[in-house]
């Protein structure tokens, strides 16, 4: 069974730091790309980052670039996403999700179609 498994989000102050990780199994993750994707009330969808497991090719959103940073433990079979510098925007549910198709994470957006298995999320709040 595929099992994607969010964890460490919560509130934060604008200017902290969360780091979520996504703890995978059920599937060979070096043959995958992981996915953030966040989803804020009344909002589509949005690809924050994306990190090729393999080839550690990375993606991020220009709204995250420079703040967010994605990597990958695949003795783990996990990927992590350190977010420093939060902003109130930065307010959302995030999920991780993995690609069997591993050139989206060299790709100049992320869609959520792209992707094959999704976790539950994590609720990210930020305070201003």
């Known amino acids: 069974e595929v099992q994607l498994v969010e964890s460490g989000g919560g509130l934060v102050q604008a200017g902290g730091s969360l780091r979520l990780s996504c703890a995978a199994s059920?599937?060979?993750?070096?043959?995958?790309?992981i996915g953030w994707f966040r989803q804020a009330p009344g909002k589509d969808r949005e690809g924050v980052s994306c990190?090729?497991?393999?080839?550690?090719?990375?993606y991020y959103a220009a709204s995250v670039k420079g703040r967010f940073t994605i990597s990958s433990d695949n003795a783990k079979n996990t990927v992590y996403l350190q977010m420093n510098s939060l902003k109130p925007e930065d307010t959302a549910v995030y999920y991780c999700?993995?690609?069997?198709?591993?050139?989206?994470?060299?790709?100049?957006?992320?869609?959520?179609?792209?992707?094959?298995?999704w976790g539950q999320g994590t609720q990210v709040t930020i305070s201003s």
């Open positions: 059920g599937f060979t993750f070096e043959n995958y790309a």
């Open positions: 990190i090729s497991t393999s080839a550690g090719k990375t």
């Open positions: 999700a993995a690609s069997k198709h591993t050139i989206v994470a060299v790709m100049s957006q992320q869609r959520p179609d792209w992707y094959d298995y």
